[in-house]
């Protein structure tokens, strides 16, 4: 299947950005729409911090685990998802680069490894339901960082 990728563009320095999205937990403010429950372990930040989470998607209901693999500070930050028992795996990047006008671009980039045989069969609308609620998190995540930035400062 193919990738899916949206970005956006927000006031915040790459490494704010990075800052707020390497603590796991802090997903959860831009994600909870439908990602619920969720569960960590692991450390709070970096490689090997993890999530189990249900994701509610196209009137279905599954639980992911989420785990970050690889971490290179202010850049990039790679998760491994695994759902629908073991099925459904999947990576999901953050990229984040400087603008030269100030401010920060963040990427996310949900790349199917494999996929059950009904993702495949309905691939088209699988890719616009993920492109749909990732730019919804990409909108709630401006909204967070400028919080947390501004919470941060004061």
């Known amino acids: 299947m193919k990738s899916v990728t949206v970005s956006i563009d927000v006031p915040q320095t ?5 800052d707020f999205l390497d603590v796991m937990a802090h997903h959860e403010r831009f994600t ?4 619920t429950g969720w569960r960590y372990s692991g450390p709070a930040r970096g490689v090997g911090s993890c999530a189990t989470v249900t994701a509610a998607l196209g009137g279905a209901k599954t639980d992911v685990t989420i785990k970050v693999v690889e971490a290179d500070a202010p850049r990039r930050i790679v998760e491994r998802n695994v759902s ?6 999947a990576h999901g990047t953050y990229v984040i680069e400087p603008l030269r006008t ?7 980039t949900y790349t199917w490894v494999r996929a059950p045989l009904a993702d495949r069969l309905l691939a088209p609308v ?3 339901t993920m492109r749909h609620a990732n730019r919804t998190v990409m909108r709630r995540l401006a909204t967070e960082l400028a919080r947390h930035v501004s919470t941060a400062g004061s």
């Open 14 to 18: 790459a490494e704010q950005v990075y």
């Open 32 to 35: 909870d729409h439908y990602l």
């Open 84 to 89: 629908a028992a073991g099925r459904r795996l």
């Open 102 to 108: 100030g401010g920060t671009r963040i990427s996310f």
């Open 126 to 128: 699988v890719r616009i």
